[in-house]
């Protein structure tokens, strides 16, 4: 399942499975991406909030950028499971840099390699949830 998702320049995938950092590090240096950035997983013990899980951010030479956030995230304002997102694992984000045809090379890569669905990122706004207040996105 491939998706063409022509025009949008950044989107958004929830995954219902979380792969390692190896391995998302691994397929993505096959498409001519490196880490530019890692997070170690944030927890706060004197706050109540949900831990934040460890992020790393990859980008190739036409500025194409992928995050992979290593674990389930959660809303920053939630009350009472009203934003709550699609159950999920792990999620991904991808900006589209000068090159086009490696934005849709990665794009579908991960698809094909993990079942994600893409969505643009506006998607996940508040203004595009349903009615009971919940995201439209199903994980695949």
């Known amino acids: 399942m491939t998706q063409q998702l022509f025009g949008t320049e950044e989107l958004a995938a929830f995954c219902a499975v979380q792969p390692t950092s190896e391995e998302v590090s691994a397929l993505l240096a096959k498409l001519g991406f490196h880490l530019t950035f890692e ?12 831990p934040l899980p460890a992020q790393y951010h990859y980008e190739d030479k036409a500025g194409t950028e992928v995050i992979y956030l290593a674990g389930r995230d ?8 009203a934003h709550d997102y699609p159950v999920h694992a792990s999620r991904f984000w991808l900006a ?23 969505q643009p990122t506006s998607m996940f706004e508040e203004s595009d949830m349903n009615d009971e207040g919940r995201f439209h996105q199903e994980v695949a």
């Open 96 to 118: 589209c840099g000068s090159d086009r045809q490696a934005f849709n090379l990665v794009t579908n890569t991960l698809s094909l390699t993990w079942g994600l669905v893409w």
């Open 39 to 50: 997070m170690a997983e944030q927890r706060s013990d004197r706050l109540l909030l949900p």
């Open 74 to 81: 959660y809303p920053l304002y939630e009350e009472d499971g």
